[in-house]
């Protein structure tokens, strides 16, 4: 029995043993397909990624395509609209410097842009007939003339035909010029354009026209837009230039009130009283010491004369005094305005940075809001329940009517449920609304702190209304000071016929007296006739409206006495007539009277009248005095001959009259000459700062440092990069649509556009030529470029950072020995490292002879090729992380010390060991800042030329292979043998694969930069 | 009992294992270890050229350390052998140091400007086309540099009239160097505007400004542009060697020079040495030159490259 049980034990054992090991394997099965499946689903997940991101570059160059289009389109036509415009609203000048550069520049007296623009045209022309339009037309039909051999007599010369490389050359350089041609020319138009507008200034009006909407259309944006930082960032520019505005007019400002201090005529006067009392003084000491008799009166006299120097001193000290104030006022606004504009920037930064803060809040927020609503509206739980619940007393009503025992357990049962789902509902609610509320209340808060800031925030208009202030006030100083200037000059050579004026009424004002108080009695008349005309005309008024009121209660009393017999005259039409029209004049003289004013107004308007007519006789009356003193009706005709005659003010001239008698000819005439000079001298210096004149060549020459400093700085750049980079690069890419190749090599032989031939050549040759293998040589290099590229750039990404990290590690010692060990290999010129370990890793060498030595087979580095050269690519790409790694560990351990390190010290209070804080600190903070730096290390790699040059030079060469491609030849090397080949130069085919390098370039990179971030938030790092 | 004791120990094991202290140890002489061994692996080739430039004959580059060693190289390139076998560059080599010399401190000193000047204006000005400026920066970077030399080629010959001359070459150097604004532009933009804005405010122009202020401020990317440009002839064989051509010996650079005496077996017979004592020669000035100034060219990488 027992042994039996232990088999059967056994058995069972056993067969539990079977079982799980079944179970194992189908578990393994499992697992494995599992994850063949998830392996197979990932990779078929990365090949549609590579096929979405190919479709979504493509349309992308397609929409960039349309968009480039459509904008160049709109561009064309605005510029041509702005051009008819410009021609329009022009003067002769400016409308000549369409065809003839520099004319309204010349007219406006700005003759070194003038003579610039003219030469200019002048050189263009001379160019084009010289030989640009030649080359030009050449470009066409490259290389139509071929040298020839001329006999002369007995010795034969070669003439040189058209060279075609020149005539690309040059041709290029002239389709360049009409570019450059054309913006001078626009250049020209707009100066003179804008000239004309400067000198036809429709004042500091247009100015604030064209200012204003775009300060209101910034306030807009801060209004509404919700992208605060950006408007933000407008809006500094445009108060940075606005604040420079302001403060260069306040500098002119206090520069002016500095020369009228220097040129004060007050002061000139009171230093030569002050002069010649100091002479008096002298003269009269002088007399003191020589004749002592007359003493006492000398000294008196001399102690007058100091007083008289001592009161002069005191009034040139008060007159310096304010002068000094007004100086000192201007330079505390000017203190005051870079203050203010300094804390606007400042405070206005800060506002809106606020602003973005929490108006992200607020839309966060509300976000939450609308979700737990759309929770609380979705949510099918409450809906079932509020079903449920109506089911449920639906019942227990139906149960209650049918007359249901109400202490029944069903019933009971049923009441227990419903209270419990009701219950639960009201919980749910309850919960939701209580959150929803907050969440409103809060974000209501918030948006009420938003206006508050918006209105408090001191906006661009208030820093405008500064500039505007300030830029009337220098228009008005100027008009205002030359306007004084002019009066000046007026009175003074209207002096003589004002004294005589002024004599003559003297004499007059007797006479004069006797007319006024004869005026005076007629306007009384005038005026009690007035009086007694209003008055008759409000009692007509009054009685008129009396006798209509009466007739109309005449009428009503006919109207009456008719329809007495109304009942006599049922059917008698005539009656009806008659009642009819005498209702008809009842309400005639009804609406009379309506139109009419009430009595009240009346009465008030017949007071009003009266009134007016008292006071202008008052006024009138007082005006003309009787009393008048000789000098002050000699003054008032003065006055009333200029306000009349010479058109002055009154004030001004109320001030001139009391001159009139005290200058004789001689003074007014130097007077006269005074005032002249200086308003010349005040024209010449102050006319092209205030009036509107063109900018001065100097002033445009200075603006080139300050607010046009990159122009100089980005001038000889520019010229570099365009002639010697721009230029060859377009040049490069038509030499690829020619057959500039053996048989076709300038000057002896010429070349000409053949099409697409060299692309054709590349895929599919003709079968006898040199070229017949190029498809299988572009095959392997363009495979073996890519492959290199990916694989350097990686090893030596992935490795860089290891050893850097390795190197940065805590604890390890002499990082900076480990570190300029690595440098080592960036120190060395790359061609000197490069070609020794050529030499070191051949077959000759000493490593390939150790190898040899050791493995009893040689290594064939670039010599011999085995499986496609593999042993050689090998190589090649650990001797480039040799000389690559070092880039990647110095970058690298500079972003390593860059990483904040309170991220790391926070991950560690939350629980972060190192292995997670590399993983999710460490890793993505380089990847995200290298990120562009990978996609130039990858760029670079494609043209990687001298690793593969100095180490192998392309070997080992495959046997019979076109144009002498090696195994290890990128494009790059490929491109060079093509092009230095003596014998068969294939330039042509070496411009069709640079292009092929750039599309594969291109389509890399704008494949990388569409995912990677640093390079789209270029603005946000600054 | 055994048992026990066992697992004891192997608790012990664990626990010793486990503590932090020891891992770190442990991890840290595996990476002394890997960097001793890798940084050997790094300096091997450079002490194996060095000890070549010692060697005599051709023979030595077969063995890891020459059988004799002699000074002759050295003085050779300087001074005629009696003995040559071939005397094909036969004091050229001093013409070839003179001349990319020459070359390196005129690019050293227009590139550098170039470069600045531009960085500068794309950092600091926000003009009409500064971003198709820096657009059209990606896309020339991509064609492959050595295409354009076709024709520079001719214009050198044609219209500047400096076939075969390393004038040509300073030429080609600076005029693209404005297209390497990126690395000194990324610095410039980690310097605070609101220095700049403070300076104009009172009353600086924006010339003082670049001089007086963002210039002494970036001293490291001064010297690293420096730096590079320097360096840059020194190491290039592609441009100069097409531009220059093989056949004027008297206006090559030391790559040229120094790379022909290696591509010829005729020559190489008896100027391999010699091409190790002259890699040697104008290799160590520079590598001393970069590591004293190896700080500002970490500085520039990383204060630039912290933008790409």
């Not at chain 1, 202030?469 to 000046?488: E, W």
């Not at chain 1, 202008?616 to 009393?627: A, G, L, V």
């Not at chain 1, 890793?841 to 190898?851: D, E, H, P, Q, S």
Request: glycine share 6%.
């Amino acid at each position: 029995m027992l042994e039996k049980n232990n088999i059967k034990l056994d058995s069972s054992l056993e067969d539990e043993n079977v079982f799980t090991k079944e179970v194992r394997k189908l578990q393994f099965h499992e697992i494995l397909s599992e994850s063949l499946l998830n392996f197979l689903t990932s990779f078929g997940k990365f090949i549609i990624s590579i096929f979405v991101t190919l479709g979504l570059t493509f349309a992308s160059i397609f929409t960039g395509i349309y968009k480039a289009s459509i904008k160049s389109y709109l561009f064309l036509s605005k510029f041509l609209k702005l051009k008819i415009h410009q021609f329009k609203f022009n003067d002769l000048a400016g409308r000549l410097s369409f065809f003839a550069f520099g004319a309204s520049s010349f007219k406006n007296k700005q003759y070194v842009n003038g003579i610039f623009y003219c030469l200019f045209e002048v050189g263009y022309i001379a160019f084009l007939a010289l030989f640009g339009g030649k080359s030009l037309a050449g470009l066409g039909t490259l290389g139509t003339k071929l040298p020839t051999e001329v006999w002369d007599d007995m010795f034969c010369h070669v003439e040189m035909g058209d060279n075609s490389v020149l005539v690309l050359v040059f041709g290029l350089l002239s389709l360049f010029s009409i570019f450059v041609f054309l913006y001078i020319w626009n250049r020209s138009i707009v100066s003179g354009y804008s000239n004309y507008r400067i000198v036809h200034f429709l004042d500091f009006k247009e100015y604030i026209e064209y200012v204003m909407p775009y300060s209101s259309r910034v306030d807009e944006l801060i209004n509404k837009d919700k992208n605060y930082l950006k408007s933000y960032k407008e809006l500094h520019e445009l108060t940075l230039s606005i604040s420079d505005e302001a403060l260069e007019s306040l500098n002119l400002r206090l520069n002016e009130l500095k020369a009228e201090q220097s040129s004060c005529l007050d002061l000139n006067d009171i230093d030569l009283k002050i002069k010649q009392a100091e002479e008096k003084i002298n003269v009269a000491l002088k007399d003191n010491t020589s004749t002592k008799d007359s003493g006492l009166d000398k000294k008196e006299y001399i102690i007058s004369l100091k007083e008289h120097l001592k009161y002069l001193k005191e009034q040139k000290n008060t007159i310096l005094k304010s002068l000094d104030a007004n100086v000192v006022h201007v330079e505390e606004q000017i203190k005051y305005t870079r203050y203010a504009i300094k804390e606007t920037i400042i405070r206005s930064k800060l506002h809106y940075l606020e602003l973005a803060k929490l108006e992200e809040k607020r839309t966060n927020l509300l976000n939450n809001v609308e979700k737990l609503r759309l929770d609380k509206d979705n949510s099918l739980e409450i809906e079932n329940l509020i079903s449920q619940a109506k089911e449920e007393t639906n019942e227990i009503e139906k149960m209650k009517k049918e007359g249901f025992d109400i202490n029944s357990p069903e019933l009971l049962y049923f009441v227990a449920i419903r209270d419990k789902i009701e219950s639960k509902i009201l919980k749910l609610e309850t919960k939701y609304t209580n959150k929803i509320n907050k969440l409103n209340l809060k974000a209501n808060g918030i948006s009420k702190q938003i206006k508050e800031l918006i209105n408090t925030h001191t906006t661009l208009a208030q820093i405008e209304s500064r500039l505007n202030y300030t830029s009337y006030s220098k228009f008005n100083c100027y008009y205002k000071k030359m306007n004084k200037f002019n009066l000046m000059d007026n009175f003074y050579s209207n002096y003589f016929k004002l004294k005589e004026i002024y004599e003559n009424s003297l004499g007059l004002t007797d006479n004069a007296n006797e007319s006024y108080a004869k005026e005076k009695v007629v306007l009384k008349e005038e005026y009690e006739a007035k009086l007694e005309a209003i008055n008759s005309n409000f009692k007509q008024i009054v009685d008129n409206k009396a006798q209509l009121i009466l007739l109309k209660d005449k009428y009503l009393k006919d109207y009456k006495e008719v329809r007495k017999d109304l009942k006599n005259h049922k059917d008698d039409e005539a009656y009806f007539l008659e009642l009819e029209n005498k209702l008809a004049l009842v309400k005639r003289t009804d609406g009379q009277i309506n139109a009419l004013p009430s009595d009240k107004l009346i009465k008030s308007m017949h007071k009003e009248e009266l009134s007016n007519a008292k006071n202008s006789f008052n006024r009138d009356d007082k005006y003309i005095k009787t009393t008048y003193k000789q000098e002050e009706y000699a003054s008032k005709e003065v006055i009333d001959y200029m306000l009349l005659n010479l058109k002055y003010d009154y004030d001004t001239a109320k001030s001139l009259v009391k001159l009139i008698t005290k200058y004789d000819e001689d003074t007014i005439n130097t007077l006269k000459n005074d005032n002249l000079n200086l308003k010349i001298q005040y024209e010449e210096t102050y006319k092209n700062k205030y009036e509107g004149t063109p900018k001065s060549f100097t002033l445009q020459f200075r603006s080139l440092f300050n607010e046009n400093f990159h122009f100089t700085m980005l001038a000889i750049p520019l010229i570099g990069i365009v002639f010697l980079t721009i230029m060859p690069l377009f040049f490069s890419i038509l030499v690829a649509f020619t057959n500039y190749q053996a048989g076709h090599v300038p000057p002896m032989q010429l070349f000409t556009w053949v099409g697409l031939q060299n692309f054709m050549n590349l895929f599919a040759p003709p079968a006898d030529s040199v070229l017949a293998k190029l498809p299988e040589a572009m095959l392997s290099t363009f495979s073996w470029t890519i492959i290199w590229a990916i694989i350097a750039t990686f090893s030596n990404y992935i490795l860089g950072i290891i050893f850097a990290l390795m190197i940065n590690k805590e604890g390890i010692y002499l990082k900076k020995l480990w570190r300029t060990i690595f440098v080592l290999t960036i120190a060395i010129p790359q061609f000197v490292s490069l070609l020794s370990i050529g030499v070191l890793l051949k077959n000759n060498g000493a490593f390939g002879v150790w190898w040899a030595d050791t493995f009893n087979n040689a290594l064939n580095f670039g010599e011999t090729a085995d499986i496609n050269g593999l042993v050689s690519k090998v190589i090649i790409i650990l001797v480039n992380i040799w000389v690559g790694i070092p880039y990647t560990i110095l970058m690298t351990s500079g972003i390593l010390m860059n990483i904040p390190k309170d991220l790391y010290e926070s991950s560690r209070i939350d629980g972060a060991g190192p292995f997670a804080q590399f993983t999710k600190i460490t890793m993505p903070y380089i990847i995200f800042v290298t990120g562009p730096y990978l996609i130039t290390q990858f760029i670079g790699n494609i043209n990687n030329f001298n690793v593969i040059f100095f180490l192998t030079g392309g070997g080992p060469s495959i046997a019979g292979s076109a144009l002498g491609v090696g195994h290890t030849d990128l494009l790059i090397t490929f491109l060079y043998k093509i092009v230095t080949s003596a014998n068969n130069p294939q330039f042509g085919i070496a411009s069709a694969i640079g292009i092929i390098i750039f599309i594969a370039c291109a389509f890399i990179s704008i494949m990388m930069y569409s995912k990677s971030g640093a390079v789209q938030k270029e603005d946000q790092f600054q | 009992m055994m048992n026990e004791n066992i697992e004891n120990v192997q608790n012990n094991h664990v626990s010793l294992f486990k503590s932090l202290k020891l891992r770190r140890i442990l991890s840290n002489i595996l990476i002394y270890i890997i960097l001793i061994v890798v940084s050997l692996i790094w300096i091997a080739p450079i002490v194996w050229l060095v000890l070549q430039s010692f060697g005599d004959g051709i023979s030595t580059r077969s063995k890891l350390i020459p059988n004799t060693f002699t000074f002759d190289n050295y003085l050779y390139l300087f001074v005629p052998d009696p003995s040559a076998s071939v005397t094909e560059f036969e004091g050229y080599y001093i013409k070839w140091i003179v001349n990319t010399f020459i070359v390196a401190i005129f690019c050293m000193f227009v590139s550098t400007f170039m470069v600045l000047a531009t960085a500068y204006a794309l950092s600091r000005f926000r003009f009409n086309g500064r971003s198709l400026l820096m657009k059209l920066n990606l896309v020339l970077g991509m064609f492959p540099g050595f295409l354009s030399m076709i024709i520079m080629y001719w214009v050198m010959k044609e219209i500047f009239h400096l076939q075969g001359s390393f004038w040509s070459l300073c030429i080609i150097y600076t005029a693209g160097a404005g297209m390497g604004f990126f690395v000194p532009k990324g610095f410039f933009d980690t310097i605070s505007k609101s220095i700049d804005e403070a300076a104009m405010i009172d009353g600086a122009s924006r010339a003082q400004v670049f001089w007086h202020i963002t210039l002494p401020l970036s001293k490291p990317i001064v010297v690293y542009t420096l730096l590079t440009s320097f360096m840059a002839p020194w190491g290039d064989y592609i441009t100069s060697s097409y531009i220059i051509g093989l056949q004027n010996r008297d206006n090559w650079t030391i790559a040229i020079g120094l790379y022909q005496m290696l591509s010829n077996n005729e020559y190489s017979t008896y100027y391999y040495t010699q091409f190790a004592a002259g890699s040697v020669i104008i290799a160590i000035p520079i590598t001393l030159l970069f590591m004293f100034m190896q700080k500002y060219y970490v500085g520039g990488v990383t204060g630039g490259a912290v933008k790409g």
